[in-house]
């Protein structure tokens, strides 16, 4: 099991650097940076200088986006990061999500998107494309990046399975939900003659970790809330209850309050419920919501660091879930 760590907020560039520094210190396997502009500083700036204040640490893109980025602009900045940083960058990108939401701009099909990922996964590849008539190709010398496509629906988890090299599931924490998420990812990996296993599959979700369980649910709530709005309307696992919250959040949701703790919106998700849907609660809760991914076949968990201690809550990660999936050596890192 992989693990990674996301960050996504108004935060200074500074503290960015630090997550990151932190996080490599602590064992884990990568950075995630969030892209919503505005909201988040620029994720190039912050790839960079993450990149340039560690060492081993894998850096990604949690996630980017085919609509307000162009592909081009997002293969040449990628492929110059990962020129930088020595080969340590993921490229995660989805449809739009919170950076065309926040601005008035419609997410991408599943069609279009699926354009558009054939051609940076060529570009970030160091191939010539076809692009509005005339041949492209990055002229930056620079390893492959491996390519992450993120999605909460059906068609785009398809084209997760038939294009990229992993798949980055916002859909829930809990195995039949995933498991329903992953029957679509092998659906489009089948039509392309792929094989699903050879993905890495990652569930972001996201999460607070403290000795008050209570508490570090309603600090991920707005999380739940998110997702909730996004796989309400196609899941069959969560049943007609989900299904019903999934549409209320939707009619009330407000982009300028997204995953903030104190969002209207997500107010009228239920404990029992929000628990499914982010990783949160005790270390132990914690671990044991990780032990059931990895039986449904989960190969990378990427937390989203939210609430009043992102500092405190990356350090139980690593000292109280982490080292069970770590060797002795690994985990006195």
């Keep these: 099991m ?58 990604g893109s949690g996630v980017t986006n085919t609509v ?11 492929l110059a990061l990962n020129e930088f940083s020595g080969g340590r960058c993921l490229l995660g ?18 069609a279009e998107f699926r354009r558009k990922l054939t051609l940076i996964k060529a570009l970030v590849a160091g191939e010539t494309v076809t692009l509005n008539g005339v041949e492209v190709r990055g002229r930056i010398a620079a390893p492959r990046v491996p390519v992450y496509a993120a999605s909460s629906s059906p068609r785009v988890l398809q084209v997760a399975g038939e294009l990229a090299d992993g798949v980055i599931l916002n859909v829930g924490v809990v195995p039949e939900l995933v498991r329903e998420a992953l029957a679509h990812v092998a659906h489009g990996a089948r039509r392309a003659g792929r094989d699903a296993g050879s993905l890495d599959v990652v569930v972001i979700a996201g999460s607070s970790i403290g000795t008050d369980g209570a508490q570090a649910i309603n600090e991920t709530r707005s999380w739940a809330a998110t997702t909730l709005r996004r796989v309400g309307p196609w899941v069959a696992a969560g049943g007609d209850a989900m299904r019903a919250l999934g549409a209320t959040i939707l009619a009330r949701y407000r982009w300028d309050e997204h995953i903030a703790l104190d969002a209207a919106h997500a107010r009228q998700v239920p404990d029992d419920i929000a628990k499914s849907f982010v990783f949160a609660g005790t270390a132990a809760d914690v671990a044991q919501t990780v032990r059931r991914l990895e039986a449904c076949g989960v190969t990378h968990v990427l937390p989203l660091l ?3 201690n992102i500092a405190g809550t990356l350090e139980a990660w690593s000292r109280e879930v982490m080292p069970a999936w770590r060797t002795p050596s690994m985990a006195r890192r």
């Design 2 to 59: 992989k693990f990674g760590a996301g960050f996504w907020g108004p935060f200074p560039l500074g503290r960015y650097v630090e997550y990151a520094v932190t996080a490599e210190r602590l064992g884990f396997d990568a950075v995630w940076i969030g892209d919503t502009q505005l909201l988040t500083p620029d994720l190039y700036s912050a790839i960079a200088l993450c990149a340039n204040a560690t060492s081993q640490i894998r850096i």
């Design 306 to 308: 939210m609430g009043t």
């Design 93 to 110: 990108v989805g449809v739009g999500g919170s950076a065309v939401g926040t601005v008035g701009l419609g997410a991408d099909g599943a």
């Design 68 to 78: 307000t980025r162009d592909l081009t602009v997002t293969a040449g900045g990628i």
